[in-house]
């Protein structure tokens, strides 16, 4: 019958087994016909009192031995060494116990098995230790994601939260004007991916005329995975484009200039600071005093894209006049300014104090240097109290830091 692994073996399996069993059986018959003839030599030789030793020794050896020989006749193998039991492959927490079970060829490759078992004791396991904090890999953003701002927020430090220039951050949201004063708690950022400027697509707007404008290359659009664009393609109205390593001028809000009359109700409720007619006289000295108590700079520093310096102080804080000067502006300003105040000093220098919470003069009054003008406030687009102090050279915007004492 065919050997499915489970009956008994075939004439032929039996042959190969006979003499390797006929080796042993005559092994054994030799270690013990050894042991029977040293153990008489040994007593005829010894003395009457040696032969009570030898006795009482050869008793335990004798069983010993038969125990030996027991073990040579059954064919078991011992157990190896835990080290020589364990590979180094599998050396943690795994041992590996393979067998075959005879049979013919055919099945053969299927009843040979491989288990694996899992070592249970204490000291032979290896677990892996969890790990509660999950590392998120830092990579790129695919799409412009929104922000909201929040109390004691500045331009500055949003930006370097999103790796990105403070420019990229006020160019993509228009309703900053590329004035970070112009942000308040509550408002809605967008945040582009990459360094850069957000395009709008406008009506006749052309991938060649957008990198023009921006000082890029077409290719630099067209390639950035964003904007889903293949070569050829134009950019439909209405889509917002990324434009990688864009730049363009920022506008700087300027003192407005009276309208005409049809406008001029509009105007007013727009400019409720303007001092119509108010003449500047040469007043100032040229030389400039810090405008609050405290000289700390927080908030947004100097830069390209915020050319002033911020005051941190306590609201209602005094502010005082930087220079001699005449009011040319006292009031409420729309553009993120809150409560402004403008000196024109007479020599081509203006000083603007904005977000105040209380203005103390008024329109064409003349004021001396260190004269108390306001209080420091958190008025129109402002994230917490501070003054924002700017000064202008004929149009200009200098750093303040380099006139203050």
Request: charged share 15%; with cysteine.
């Amino acid at each position: 019958m065919d050997n499915d692994g489970n009956g008994p073996l075939g004439d032929d399996q039996t042959d190969r087994l006979m003499p390797s069993r006929s080796l042993t059986s005559q092994w054994g018959q030799a270690i013990v016909q050894g042991v029977v003839w040293l153990s008489s030599a040994t007593w005829a030789m010894s003395t009457e009192g040696a032969r009570t030793t030898l006795a009482r020794f050869g008793a335990h050896g004798f069983v010993l031995l038969m125990a030996l020989a027991a073990v040579v006749l059954s064919g078991v193998n011992l157990p190896a060494s835990d080290q020589a039991r364990q590979p180094s492959a599998i050396a943690a927490g795994q041992s590996i116990l393979s067998f075959s079970i005879p049979g013919n060829t055919s099945n053969t490759a299927n009843a040979t098995s491989t288990l694996r078992a899992v070592r249970l004791a204490s000291n032979d396991v290896v677990a892996r230790q969890a790990n509660p904090i999950t590392q998120i890999p830092d990579r790129s953003r695919e799409a412009i994601v929104t922000y909201t701002v929040r109390a004691g927020d500045t331009l500055f430090g949003i930006a370097l939260q999103y790796k990105l220039n403070p420019e990229t951050v006020l160019w993509a949201n228009p309703d900053l004007k590329d004035t970070p004063d112009l942000m308040n708690v509550g408002m809605a950022l967008d945040i582009p991916p990459v360094d850069g400027v957000v395009h709008i697509v406008q009506e006749g707007d052309t991938v060649a005329g957008i990198a023009e404008k921006y000082k890029v290359s077409a290719g630099a659009i067209i390639t950035a995975e964003w904007n889903s664009l293949t070569e050829g393609q134009e950019p439909v109205v209405g889509q917002h484009l990324i434009v990688p390593g864009g730049k363009r001028e920022l506008v700087v809000w300027q003192l407005p200039v009276k309208p005409t009359a049809a406008a001029s109700a509009a105007f007013a409720k727009a400019h409720a600071g303007f001092c119509e007619g108010a003449s500047a006289a040469a007043l100032g000295s040229g030389t400039f005093i810090w405008p609050t108590d405290s000289h700390t700079i927080g908030g947004n520093p100097y830069a390209y894209w915020h050319r002033a310096i911020d005051l941190p102080q306590k609201s209602g804080s005094p502010v005082y006049a930087s220079d001699s000067g005449t009011v040319v502006y006292a009031g409420w300003n729309t553009w993120g300014y809150g409560n402004l105040l403008v000196l024109d000093h007479g020599n081509g220098w203006q000083t603007w104090y904005a977000h105040l919470s209380q203005i103390y003069v008024m329109c064409g009054q003349q004021l001396y240097q260190g004269a108390v003008i306001g209080a420091v406030g958190s008025t129109g687009r402002s994230t917490g109290p501070h003054l924002h102090f700017e000064t202008r050279y004929n149009g200009d915007l200098p750093n303040p830091l380099n006139v203050l004492p």
